[in-house]
């Protein structure tokens, strides 16, 4: 069984962030035997002045296949890590989506991509997840998470949105790398350039300062850009934050036409 757990608003300026709680759970989840969990993704929600959120207004999402018998005890689990784990001032809010059995992944997904351009409301989310047969929780405060949430999970869904968590440390000699070599590394799929073309295995790519990977198209991907550094033949090079968050809004963009 394929399940998406995403949690959102469980921070402060100065605790933990999210994302960490996140992978605490999906930790748990394989610790305890119920199941193997993916790496966690951020998914970037509107950002706006009727909205409250910590500091960026993002969620935090991550895949698992488990055993149907251990879903109670993940939900259980945790919503209680949400309670006794989250700051006295957030709204934690958490989602749990089994794949298999959503009625409509498109209302789920379309759901996330709302969340990125325009304001949501508990009732929206509670009525969508009620709909779609989805868990749905708050374990805090407003409760105000559930939007996040449910959204953020309607976007791992998706398979074209969000960063995941952390950063790749990349050993080469001379700041080069092959793209094959790039993607032994783990939780590398592909290497695409910011136009959209994949590299090919023998192509070069010179390691900036930060190596992220993106979801695009459900897998693991580093975006890369044209570069012009005469003498060592690399075309490439690794995507900054900027670039990132440009591609990011550029996508969004496009999909929202």
């Given at each position: ?31 305890c035997?119920?199941?193997?969990a ?17 500091s ?93 949430a ?48 994949y ?59």
């Amino acid at each position: 069984m394929n399940i998406l757990v995403c949690i959102d608003d469980t921070d402060s300026i100065d605790s933990r962030g999210t994302g960490e709680l996140a992978e605490n759970i999906a930790d748990n989840i394989e610790s305890c035997g119920w199941g193997k969990a993916c790496a966690v993704t951020r998914h970037q929600l509107l950002l706006h002045r009727e909205i409250q959120y910590t500091s960026h207004n993002s969620s935090m999402c991550f895949s698992a296949e488990i055993q149907p018998e251990h879903l109670e005890n993940i939900i259980s689990y945790a919503g209680d890590y949400l309670k006794n784990e989250s700051e006295p001032e957030s709204d934690p809010g958490l989602c749990v989506v089994v794949v298999d059995d959503l009625s409509d992944d498109k209302r789920l997904i379309e759901f996330g991509y709302k969340a990125k351009r325009m304001i949501l409301s508990k009732e929206n989310a509670y009525d969508l997840a009620k709909e779609l047969n989805v868990h749905l929780s708050e374990h805090g405060g407003s409760g105000l998470g559930v939007i996040g949430a449910l959204a953020g999970a309607g976007l791992r869904l998706s398979g074209n949105d969000g960063w995941f968590k952390g950063a790749h440390k990349v050993k080469t000699s001379n700041s080069i790398i092959k793209v094959s070599e790039l993607c032994s590394y783990k939780n590398i799929d592909r290497v695409q350039c910011i136009q959209g073309e994949y590299l090919e295995d023998n192509e070069e790519v010179v390691i900036g300062k930060l190596v992220k990977t993106m979801l695009i198209n459900g897998q693991a991907v580093v975006l890369v850009d044209k570069v012009d550094i005469e003498g060592n033949g690399a075309r490439w090079k690794t995507c900054g934050k900027q670039q990132l968050r440009e591609y990011e809004e550029m996508k969004l963009n496009v999909d929202c036409k």
